[in-house]
């Protein structure tokens, strides 16, 4: 069979997906907790990333070195940067790329030095497992959350979009600089901490990977109140539907 690898930077995000594995085993290897277990009869391995680009790289690097997956699923919140992408949405990443990245002018802007690109592509199988698992999920859980979450959230309908996600060292918690950013990259759809750099460890192993992200703030003055009231109350249960629907598919 093949081993699945899923990655989430904080517990609110992989909490449903652990309680749905009774079996599993943990190790610790370069300072992270890995469980390994079955979900929807799938060798599987979960992991916290923790926060930003670097703490995401090491732990996919040894993801990768010691558990050897087939594929790599990562899933959790991000901003919502583009027009529509709105708190409630699910982003399945085509593509990903590192928007604080600039060694010009050594390198374009935003180019990978040693790459010769700035994005990594998603394994477009394994995106559109994502795809059809967050359209199932988007149907299920209006019915699923607490009515007063919902409407505190001011959730209504929420629908799914592919394509670019933007990973940067910062938490975009400002209007000017979401922005400044939907100006400079208007193919990005959504902003998070992580993507890039687990996409690019990925291509250098050779390991399929894709990430769907699910918007809990729209990156502007209220980002930081929207995203812990959405990471509490919301995202474990996003990911545990997504992640369990996708598997099925899988
Ligand atoms: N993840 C969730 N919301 C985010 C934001 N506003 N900026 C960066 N990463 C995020």
């Known amino acids: 069979g093949q081993r699945i690898a899923i990655i989430s930077a904080v517990h609110e995000e992989l909490a449903e997906i652990l309680q749905l594995m009774p079996d599993e085993q943990k190790r610790v290897a370069g300072g992270r907790t890995f469980w390994s277990g079955h979900l929807q009869g799938h060798e599987v391995v979960a992991v916290l990333s923790g926060i930003g680009k670097v703490a995401a790289a090491t732990t996919a690097t040894v993801l990768c070195e010691r558990f050897e997956p087939q594929q790599v699923i990562f899933t959790g919140v991000a901003g919502g940067l583009a027009l529509g992408v709105e708190v409630g949405d699910i982003v399945v990443g085509s593509a990903f790329m590192q928007h604080d990245l600039d060694a010009s002018p050594l390198f374009p802007r935003w180019e990978v030095p040693g790459y010769g690109a700035s994005r990594f592509k998603a394994d477009m199988a394994l995106a559109q497992v994502l795809h059809a698992a967050a359209r199932d999920a988007v149907t299920w859980l209006p019915k699923l959350l607490d009515e007063a979450v919902l409407r505190g959230l001011g959730l209504h309908a929420p629908s799914v979009h592919q394509g670019e996600i933007v990973t940067g060292d910062r938490f975009v918690a400002t209007a000017a600089e979401c922005a400044a950013l939907r100006a400079s990259l208007p193919e990005a759809l959504a902003v998070d901490m992580e993507s890039a750099a687990v996409a690019q460890v990925c291509h250098d192993y050779g390991v399929p990977f894709a990430a769907v992200r ?19 109350q919301v995202a474990r249960h996003y990911s545990g539907r997504i992640v369990r629907k996708a598997l099925n598919l899988l």
């Open 214 to 232: 699910t918007i809990s703030d729209r990156a502007d003055d209220e980002a930081h109140v929207d995203f812990q009231h959405f990471l509490q």
